[in-house]
Structure formats: structure tokens, C-alpha cells
């Protein structure tokens, strides 16, 4: 992909950028008005290698999880905001 994508949902958000694809699973909906719902866990794919996404690989890249939640949070909080 040659930028990133993100979604969200009630439960779950996704960012996914380049070959992989983070999969954040949401907590409970925060008590701040407008404030998005915390992520509980994520998980990562590497789409090139398991286009059907059954691997978790979170363990084996810690930098492009940390990078991405970053990425995703920013976006999520960006898609918040009202002009």
C-alpha cells in the first residue's frame, strides 16, 4: 500500500501501512465525551506472508507495533476533531 489506511469500529480499529496490518482490539468506550475507546490489545499481520491473516507477529517487530499504534492513535484522534 503506498499509504496508510486506517478504520474503525465499535470494537476494533485497524491501521495498515506498507505490508503490515495492526489490528487494535477497543476496551470499553472512555467516560470523556469524544474521547475514543481505549485499545486493549493489538495484534500485527504481515500481509505479504499471510495474506489470510492467521499469524500474529506482534512479538517479532515491537518497533513497527510501537510506530503504528502511534500512527493509529494520531489518526483516530485526528477523525475526532470537529471544525
Not at 486506517?6 to 489490528?23: C, H, I, P, Q, Y
Not at 485499545?39 to 513497527?64: G, Y
Amino acid at each position: 500500500r503506498a499509504r496508510p489506511i486506517g478504520f474503525e469500529s465499535a470494537r476494533m480499529a485497524t491501521w495498515t501501512a506498507d505490508r503490515f496490518k495492526l489490528v487494535a482490539h477497543l476496551g470499553r468506550p472512555a467516560k470523556a465525551k469524544g474521547a475514543p475507546p481505549p485499545v486493549a490489545r493489538v495484534e500485527l499481520f504481515d500481509l505479504l506472508e499471510d495474506p489470510l491473516e492467521r499469524s500474529d507477529v506482534a512479538a517479532a517487530h515491537p518497533e513497527q507495533v510501537a510506530s503504528m499504534t502511534d500512527a493509529l492513535g494520531g489518526w483516530r484522534a485526528a477523525i475526532r476533531q470537529r471544525p
